[in-house]
């Protein structure tokens, strides 16, 4: 899984505040231009880690949701230090890289 991936999967799984495509794109288009976080929610869904909580009225996917198997899977395999170098090397890490640390820091 790459350091994306697991990245989008903490989020998703802590009190982030990030848990639809709107928002998943607006925070990474800002850190990392393009962000192109639809392919790895793709694959998330793909593993079985999420899953799809809310739908649009047009049947597009709105928010997601972890599953027991993305919990197990951050609680084995989530390096704190690893995913803040990760964001650290993004042209504007600054927002996504507070609300991650914060994030990491009340987990």
Excluded: C, R
Aim: glycine share 6%.
């Amino acid at each position: 899984m790459t350091l994306k991936q697991k990245l989008i999967l903490f989020l998703i799984g802590s009190d982030s505040g990030i848990k639809s495509i709107y928002g998943f794109v607006k925070y990474f288009d800002l850190a990392d231009f393009p962000g192109n976080v639809a392919k790895e929610i793709k694959v998330l869904i793909e593993h079985g880690l999420i899953k799809v909580s809310k739908w649009f009225d047009n049947g597009t996917e709105s928010d997601y949701a972890i599953t027991e198997k993305g919990i197990k899977y951050i609680s084995e395999s989530f390096n704190d230090n690893e995913i803040l170098e990760y964001i650290n090397q993004m042209p504007n890490p600054d927002f996504l890289f507070k609300l991650t640390k914060n994030l990491i820091k009340n987990k």
